[in-house]
């Protein structure tokens, strides 16, 4: 039986026997004694294995390659060295992949940059050990967020014909060949194609998850969406996962209780459960993080109006690179400036023009706004988006109308408000975000396993 190293630290004692495996992070040896730092991703720190020299293979073992696949038998020991209570005296280390001095992680520190360009390997190192260690267990505690809530966990479909926020950012689906499709009138001829008609991947789960919500209360999607968006920015990708609760009988001040309950428990969640790559994160990538979190898990989140949101940049005297005026969406800039510089935290902004939003947000009493919500947080900007829906029939048409979107490829969805409609809010959590939010990692590309963004598709 093997054991993983996090366990046998956590409930080892002095000479406690076990079986160890992983891959060798860096082996220093003298004539007498080799040590090598062994990891089996199961913590930051790994264990340091110590070799002597009555180990029948100790020779070959001193010769043992960075990056190498290891077996140890041995027994936990208490460490004579500072900086760590145990390590771990091997009786017999069995080489099962070897290594050489081609190993591209080598001791230097590496830039995060050139380690994107080695994504198979890069979770063998420090930072990326914690990023996806603690993006599992965030992935966890999110289904026991909504699990405890009993809120309904529903997985919304990945190809789809509908773009549900009206972007145009569809990724196609389709098996026309591409070089000679079947046309009409001098177009593809989608009729022809594999769903008889355009699909493409989805940018949202929202509209299928408010079908769902309007029969279970309550429900979330957790899944991969996907947007042709040819923004090259630190916060952009075009593979990246959403959290969508919808909740039926719900409106707006409803959803931003839900989204700030939801944000405080994953930050209570990171620091309690996740407190040793937490730990690491405040001392190699931010300091100070554990405390802004912790000030975060207690705040009272800001509420404001859009409108007073635009008056506060005016009067701001700051200068921006991107206009401010009303009527106008609000840039990362701006919205750094907000949660950084005005309040201090996280904050909500609340009813946003409507020409600046999606077709499905509910129109205020005002005409001029929708019952909009975007949670922005100090570094990242935007962490939520989400809004109470317009759940009135006419209303909706009308709308569609107005902004030219067809309301045939979405009369199922228009159905939902023919027969028993009611009030209804939802959001969408950035998954990357929140990593980046918690973990204090600046570009998306490092804390997604394998990212996808314009020209790249690697791996
Ligand atoms: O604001 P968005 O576009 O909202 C929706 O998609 C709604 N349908 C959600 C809902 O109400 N159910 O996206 C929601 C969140 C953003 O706040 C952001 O955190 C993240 O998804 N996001 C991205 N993350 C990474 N890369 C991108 N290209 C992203 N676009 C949005
Ligand atoms: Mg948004």
Same mark, same amino acid.
């Given at each position: 039986m093997k054991t993983r190293i996090s366990e046998l630290l956590a409930t080892g004692s002095a000479g406690r026997g076990a079986t160890i495996t992983g891959w060798a992070r860096s082996l220093r040896s003298s004539k007498e004694v080799a040590f090598i730092a062994l990891?089996?991703?199961?913590?930051?720190?790994g264990i340091q294995v110590v070799a002597g020299r009555t180990l029948d293979n100790f020779e070959a073992v001193c010769r043992i390659g960075t990056g190498a696949a290891l077996q140890i038998d041995g027994v936990l020991v208490e460490s004579p *060295? #500072?900086? %760590? %209570?145990w390590e771990f005296a091997a009786n017999t280390i069995t080489l099962i992949g070897k290594s050489d001095e081609t190993y591209p992680l080598q001791k230097k520190r590496h830039s995060f940059e050139y380690l994107r360009t080695i994504a198979h390997l890069r979770p063998r190192t420090n930072t990326f050990g914690s990023v996806f260690r603690l993006r599992s267990k965030l992935a966890h505690a999110i289904h026991r967020f909504f699990a405890d809530k009993q809120f309904l966990y529903v997985n919304t479909p990945i190809? #789809? *014909?509908?773009?549900?926020? /009206? *972007? /145009?950012e569809l990724f196609r689906v389709t098996t026309l060949d591409a070089a000679a499709p079947p046309t009409v009138q001098g177009q593809p001829d989608f009729s022809q194609d594999f769903f008889g008609q355009r699909t493409g991947l989805t940018v949202s789960g929202q509209l299928e998850g408010e079908l769902f919500a309007q029969a279970f209360g309550n429900i979330y999607t957790f899944g991969p969406t996907f947007r042709a968006e040819n923004s090259n920015t630190a916060r952009h990708a075009s593979e990246f996962w959403m959290i969508e609760p919808e909740m039926a009988f719900a409106d707006l001040a409803d959803d931003a209780d839900l989204a700030e309950e939801f944000i405080k428990y994953l930050c209570r969640f990171a620091l309690e459960e996740c407190a040793d790559d937490m730990l690491f994160f405040d001392r190699q990538i931010e300091h100070g993080l554990l405390e802004r979190i912790q000030r975060v898990a207690a705040a009272d989140f800001a509420r404001i109006d859009y409108s007073e949101a635009i008056d506060r940049l005016q009067r701001s005297g700051t200068t921006f690179s991107y206009p401010v005026e009303w009527g106008l969406d609000l840039q990362t800039e701006h919205e750094r400036y907000l949660s950084e510089q005005v309040v201090g935290g996280p904050a909500f902004i609340l009813n946003?023009?409507?020409?600046?939003? *999606?077709?499905y947000m509910r129109q205020n009493p005002?005409?001029? #706004?929708?019952a909009a919500m975007d949670l922005l947080v100090p570094k990242v900007g935007e962490i939520i988006g989400g809004s109470q829906r317009e759940e009135r029939l006419d209303l909706l048409q009308a709308r569609m109308l107005e902004l030219g979107i067809a309301t045939e490829p979405l009369a199922w969805y228009l159905d939902s408000r023919r027969w028993g409609s009611c009030p209804h809010a939802g959001f969408g959590l950035g998954f990357e975000r929140l990593v980046m939010y918690l973990s204090g990692m600046e570009n998306i590309r490092d804390v997604i396993p394998f990212p996808r963004t314009p020209r790249h598709c690697e791996f």
């Amino acid at each position: 039986m093997k054991t993983r190293i996090s366990e046998l630290l956590a409930t080892g004692s002095a000479g406690r026997g076990a079986t160890i495996t992983g891959w060798a992070r860096s082996l220093r040896s003298s004539k007498e004694v080799a040590f090598i730092a062994l990891h089996d991703g199961s913590n930051p720190s790994g264990i340091q294995v110590v070799a002597g020299r009555t180990l029948d293979n100790f020779e070959a073992v001193c010769r043992i390659g960075t990056g190498a696949a290891l077996q140890i038998d041995g027994v936990l020991v208490e460490s004579p *060295a #500072t900086g %760590q %209570q145990w390590e771990f005296a091997a009786n017999t280390i069995t080489l099962i992949g070897k290594s050489d001095e081609t190993y591209p992680l080598q001791k230097k520190r590496h830039s995060f940059e050139y380690l994107r360009t080695i994504a198979h390997l890069r979770p063998r190192t420090n930072t990326f050990g914690s990023v996806f260690r603690l993006r599992s267990k965030l992935a966890h505690a999110i289904h026991r967020f909504f699990a405890d809530k009993q809120f309904l966990y529903v997985n919304t479909p990945i190809i #789809t *014909a509908s773009d549900c926020e /009206g *972007a /145009g950012e569809l990724f196609r689906v389709t098996t026309l060949d591409a070089a000679a499709p079947p046309t009409v009138q001098g177009q593809p001829d989608f009729s022809q194609d594999f769903f008889g008609q355009r699909t493409g991947l989805t940018v949202s789960g929202q509209l299928e998850g408010e079908l769902f919500a309007q029969a279970f209360g309550n429900i979330y999607t957790f899944g991969p969406t996907f947007r042709a968006e040819n923004s090259n920015t630190a916060r952009h990708a075009s593979e990246f996962w959403m959290i969508e609760p919808e909740m039926a009988f719900a409106d707006l001040a409803d959803d931003a209780d839900l989204a700030e309950e939801f944000i405080k428990y994953l930050c209570r969640f990171a620091l309690e459960e996740c407190a040793d790559d937490m730990l690491f994160f405040d001392r190699q990538i931010e300091h100070g993080l554990l405390e802004r979190i912790q000030r975060v898990a207690a705040a009272d989140f800001a509420r404001i109006d859009y409108s007073e949101a635009i008056d506060r940049l005016q009067r701001s005297g700051t200068t921006f690179s991107y206009p401010v005026e009303w009527g106008l969406d609000l840039q990362t800039e701006h919205e750094r400036y907000l949660s950084e510089q005005v309040v201090g935290g996280p904050a909500f902004i609340l009813n946003y023009p409507k020409g600046i939003k *999606a077709f499905y947000m509910r129109q205020n009493p005002d005409g001029k #706004t929708v019952a909009a919500m975007d949670l922005l947080v100090p570094k990242v900007g935007e962490i939520i988006g989400g809004s109470q829906r317009e759940e009135r029939l006419d209303l909706l048409q009308a709308r569609m109308l107005e902004l030219g979107i067809a309301t045939e490829p979405l009369a199922w969805y228009l159905d939902s408000r023919r027969w028993g409609s009611c009030p209804h809010a939802g959001f969408g959590l950035g998954f990357e975000r929140l990593v980046m939010y918690l973990s204090g990692m600046e570009n998306i590309r490092d804390v997604i396993p394998f990212p996808r963004t314009p020209r790249h598709c690697e791996f």
